[in-house]
């Protein structure tokens, strides 16, 4: 079988992000026979309807990443109770204009770092609610959702937290196992 390419979407901009650390540990924990680069949000602007049939090339550049990859895994902080904006634009931008949904039947999972306690567990089920609207098969457990992040990284951004680690090692292989069994779908 072919070597799967995984896109992971760093849903924070900020510099520091645990979510992009996260998304970096599972760069390293990636099983053999795929690949997880990492794309982000900088630059694509706020999502405006009348540009949509022309749209900035920060977002040409990001729907055909997508649309390249085999499988998403979207590494979110939670603001705000939800999911941050910059985040939701980039999916919106994805799904247009009209008939271009670069995100449909594209198999994704979920994982999130935060300083609270709550790991962004509400931002995953608000972007769940999305991926849902937009037709892609999810990963439904393992859940990643990584609580107190400060405590989990090593002054080098290391994930040094192994059971965490185990947890992001289990998600990707159900990934890639989610990634096989819709790609049999879609060709049988």
Same mark, same amino acid.
């Given at each position: 079988? #072919?070597? $799967?390419?995984?896109?992971?979407?760093?849903?924070?901009?900020?510099?520091?992000?645990?979510?992009?650390?996260?998304?970096?540990?599972?760069? +390293?924990?990636?099983?053999?026979?795929?690949?997880?680069?990492?794309?982000?949000?900088?630059?694509? !602007? @706020?999502?405006?309807?009348?540009?949509?049939?022309?749209?900035?090339?920060?977002?040409?550049?990001? %729907?055909?990443? @997508? $649309?390249?990859?085999?499988?998403?895994?979207?590494?979110?902080? +939670? *603001?705000? *109770?939800?999911?941050?904006?910059? $985040? %939701?634009?980039?999916?919106?931008?994805? =799904?247009?204009?009209?008939?271009?949904? @670069?995100?449909?039947?594209?198999?994704?999972?979920?994982?999130? #770092?935060?300083?609270?306690?709550?790991?962004?567990?509400?931002?995953? *089920?608000?972007?769940?609610?999305?991926?849902?609207?937009?037709?892609?098969?999810?990963?439904?457990?393992?859940?990643?959702?990584? #609580?107190?992040? #400060?405590?989990?990284?090593?002054?080098?951004?290391?994930?040094?937290? +192994? !059971?965490?680690?185990?947890?992001?090692?289990?998600?990707?292989?159900?990934?890639?196992?989610?990634?096989?069994?819709?790609? %049999?779908? *879609? =060709?049988?």
């Amino acid at each position: 079988m #072919a070597r $799967l390419e995984i896109l992971g979407i760093v849903g924070s901009l900020r510099a520091g992000s645990y979510n992009r650390m996260a998304l970096q540990a599972a760069q +390293e924990l990636m099983p053999d026979g795929a690949t997880l680069s990492l794309a982000e949000l900088h630059g694509i !602007p @706020v999502f405006n309807q009348e540009n949509e049939h022309d749209p900035p090339a920060a977002v040409v550049e990001f %729907k055909e990443r @997508v $649309l390249a990859a085999d499988g998403i895994l979207f590494g979110t902080p +939670e *603001y705000n *109770y939800s999911v941050p904006g910059v $985040l %939701k634009n980039a999916i919106d931008w994805g =799904t247009r204009p009209p008939g271009s949904n @670069v995100w449909q039947g594209k198999p994704a999972a979920i994982m999130g #770092a935060s300083i609270g306690n709550l790991g962004s567990a509400r931002a995953q *089920y608000h972007l769940r609610q999305i991926l849902v609207a937009l037709n892609m098969p999810v990963v439904i457990q393992p859940e990643v959702m990584i #609580a107190n992040a #400060a405590q989990r990284f090593d002054p080098d951004g290391r994930l040094s937290d +192994e !059971p965490t680690r185990q947890r992001i090692a289990s998600l990707l292989d159900t990934l890639l196992r989610l990634i096989r069994v819709t790609s %049999k779908e *879609y =060709t049988s």
